[in-house]
């Protein structure tokens, strides 16, 4: 079993930035695949970005890419979402996924456990 806690989520304005912390616990961290997702209202949940195992490869979706930045800390067992020129159509819940293999994945399937969320709302 894998506990994943995220925090960091709030209130900003258009322009700001947050950062999004997901602290992992239960299984072995470091050889694995994590992954950051979100989910507006009346929205399916999408890709936002991933990072493999050791930090060496990133991905991102398009409407994020160039303003947000994933990175992880094993040794802390947490992963990083820095999130920089916010825009209010980022507003959404931030869910952190853990992957149980060392392939990216981009698609909510690929993901075994899921954290509760941290919401990220930005004003215009």
């Known amino acids: 079993q894998v506990q994943l806690v995220e925090s960091g989520g709030g209130l900003v304005q258009a322009g700001g930035s947050l950062r999004l912390s997901c602290a992992a616990s239960?299984?072995?961290?470091?050889?694995?695949?994590m992954g950051w997702f979100r989910q507006a209202p009346g929205k399916e949940r999408e890709f936002v970005s991933a990072?493999?195992?050791?930090?060496?490869?990133?991905y991102y979706s398009d409407s994020v890419k160039g303003r947000f930045t994933i990175s992880r800390v094993n040794a802390k067992n947490t992963m990083y979402l820095q999130m920089n020129s916010l825009k209010p159509e980022d507003t959404a819940r931030y869910y952190c996924?853990?992957?149980?293999?060392?392939?990216?994945?981009?698609?909510?399937?690929?993901?075994?456990?899921w954290g509760q969320g941290t919401q990220v709302t930005v004003s215009s």
């Open positions: 239960g299984r072995t961290f470091s050889s694995v695949v």
């Open positions: 990072i493999s195992w050791s930090g060496g490869t990133t």
């Open positions: 996924a853990f992957r149980g293999d060392r392939a990216i994945a981009t698609i909510t399937s690929g993901y075994d456990y």
